[in-house]
């Protein structure tokens, strides 16, 4: 069965006049967050512009963070996700605010290409459902304009299995996705990368889209990921070597794993069942309602199992995928005495999408509803993307923190 396409070349259009609009807005409005970690990204952003392109791999702290311990050079993470706000400032857009625009362009391309994997394995109307519904939930509320890794790495985690699909098809579209997605990651987030590197591991095992042909090039593309980290990684730590004449990826992991405890099972279980439903309760919540249609939704068809794993439908497989990486996900981050709600955050989105199909499947009300809402706007799901973002730019000050 040939299935129509998600985006048209009109919708393309419309997307990418919404962005222009919302990204004239942050720039003309000198938009900034309150949100710490976004005012450091932002503000390192626009100090590193200030240096000669070749020394943006070494950002310092600059004093951008209050704690007297934060100097010297900034080894949080590489300086992936600093790059392209610098950048912009050639073009003449403020660092500062090309921070949050690199933000929304990562959270718009991640929700379109949610999308679009999600339409491989369900009708149009039940993925274009999902590009609305994902715009209505606790998470994108909280994250809807940011200048830090989250966006960027779920973008990365969404390339990487657009690209294990696409191999089948083309050698040179899918490596080139795989390879640059895993690459990114690292850049961006250092040692998150074992998020994605879960989530393609995942895909591949699965195969959520019940693929058949080349059966061996999705797996090649993903050692050819990996190969390609490890050239990105030698030569990041040439270049900074040669900037500030010290290796950065060594004080990295000191940096990273020196202050994190791994709680064990039996002396502090305590803390990883604190941690487990700290993840837990944030991958219920964060993508609330769509996570309870989830949950519905599973239990519902939890039959399907007696035919078989290879008689599954793709629908079936890819909500096992979701759960899985929903649970790896998990189960890597707690032991860490290190825990936030955004560590998870790609896993949310994950979840996410699949809850909002359900949603549209098994709630008539909202099917109803998306179903009419469509009808009537040309380009809805754009249209709820913008009237969002605008509603963030000038309520934003007046929004509680969740």
């Not at 309760?281 to 039959?303: D, F, K, M, N, T």
Request: proline share 6%.
């Amino acid at each position: 069965m040939t299935r129509q396409r998600l985006l048209t070349r009109r919708d393309l259009l419309i997307w990418t006049g919404a962005f222009a609009l919302v990204a004239v807005l942050i720039v003309a409005t000198g938009f900034t967050s309150d949100d710490p970690d976004s005012a450091l990204y932002a503000g390192l952003s626009a100090r590193l512009a200030q240096e000669p392109a070749s020394r943006w791999i070494a950002p310092e702290w600059w004093g951008f963070w209050p704690e007297a311990q934060m100097s010297g050079l900034f080894r949080e993470h590489p300086a992936g996700v600093l790059l392209m706000p610098a950048a912009l400032t050639r073009v003449g857009i403020p660092a500062a605010q090309g921070a949050y625009l690199v933000g929304i362009a990562a959270g718009l391309a991640s929700l379109l290409l949610i999308g679009v994997l999600a339409n491989r394995v369900v009708p149009r109307d039940e993925a274009r459902a999902a590009l609305v519904l994902l715009q209505l939930m606790p998470v994108a509320f909280i994250f809807r304009i940011r200048a830090n890794h989250e966006y960027p790495m779920l973008l990365c985690l969404l390339v990487a299995l657009w690209g294990l699909s696409a191999v089948r098809r083309s050698w040179a579209a899918g490596l080139a996705a795989v390879a640059g997605a895993m690459a990114a990651a690292l850049l961006v987030k250092g040692v998150f990368v074992l998020l994605v590197l879960i989530g393609a591991a995942l895909w591949l095992l699965l195969n959520p889209l019940r693929e058949a042909a080349r059966p061996l090039r999705p797996w090649i593309a993903f050692a050819a990921g990996l190969a390609a980290m490890i050239v990105v990684a030698l030569a990041y730590d040439a270049w900074y070597v040669r900037v500030t004449g010290e290796t950065f990826w060594l004080p990295y992991w000191r940096r990273q794993l020196g202050p994190v405890s791994i709680a064990s099972p039996i002396d502090d279980a305590w803390s990883l069942t604190r941690n487990f439903l700290f993840y837990v309760s944030r991958l219920i919540w964060h993508p609330a309602p769509w996570s309870i249609a989830l949950a519905v939704a599973v239990w519902r068809a939890r039959g399907w199992r007696r035919g078989g794993w290879h008689a599954a439908p793709a629908s079936a497989r890819s909500v096992v995928f979701v759960l899985a990486f929903a649970l790896l996900s998990i189960l890597v981050l707690t032991p860490s005495s290190r825990f936030a709600e955004r560590y998870a955050f790609s896993a949310t989105y994950v979840v996410a999408a699949a809850g909002a199909v359900a949603a549209f499947r098994l709630w008539p009300r909202v099917r109803r509803s998306v179903a009419a809402l469509d009808a009537a706007i040309p380009a809805l799901p754009a249209m709820v993307w913008l009237l969002a973002m605008v509603l963030r730019l000038v309520s934003g000050p007046l929004l509680p923190r969740l």
